[in-house]
């Protein structure tokens, strides 16, 4: 059981972990043992709410794919053990962070002190541009 909030969790049965041969350097222990992990969790078939499935859905995550399911490749670690905790702490922070509301910006204005700054450093610049011209004898 996946807990990602205190009233949603996912069963086991609905994450599909594989164990695979992990990639780059490792000597021959990486030909021999099967370290990474493969994890796929399709997001329709899943028991999340249906705000939790829209929001993923809506993900552009290149993990997300057009069928609606999460790929995570985990191979971080030298053990298998340490790659699958790795991989589903990653699916949980996944789908916390595509539920997590972001504050609205409220849009403000600029105060009159710093309109007249603004304003005056233009024209400050403008002056220094201007005394660059040709002396006139």
Not at 31 to 49: C, G, M, W, Y
Not at 69 to 78: F, L, N, S
């Amino acid at each position: 059981m996946l807990q990602i909030s205190n009233a949603v969790s996912i069963p086991d049965h609905e994450i599909e972990l594989n164990a695979i041969r992990a990639q780059g350097a490792g000597g021959q222990n990486v030909n021999k043992v099967s370290s990474a992990i493969h994890l796929r969790f399709d997001i329709n078939a899943s028991s999340l709410p249906a705000f939790y499935k829209e929001r993923l859905l809506a993900l552009s995550d290149s993990r997300v794919t057009q069928d609606g399911v999460i790929i995570i490749k985990a191979q971080q670690y030298r053990n298998q053990e340490q790659n699958r905790d790795d991989a589903l702490n990653r699916l949980a922070e996944l789908i916390r962070s595509a539920v997590k509301m972001e504050k609205r910006r409220r849009p403000t204005r600029p105060t009159r002190s710093s309109q007249r700054k603004r304003i005056e450093k233009k024209k400050q610049r403008g002056n220094v541009k201007s005394m660059r011209g040709k002396v006139e004898p």
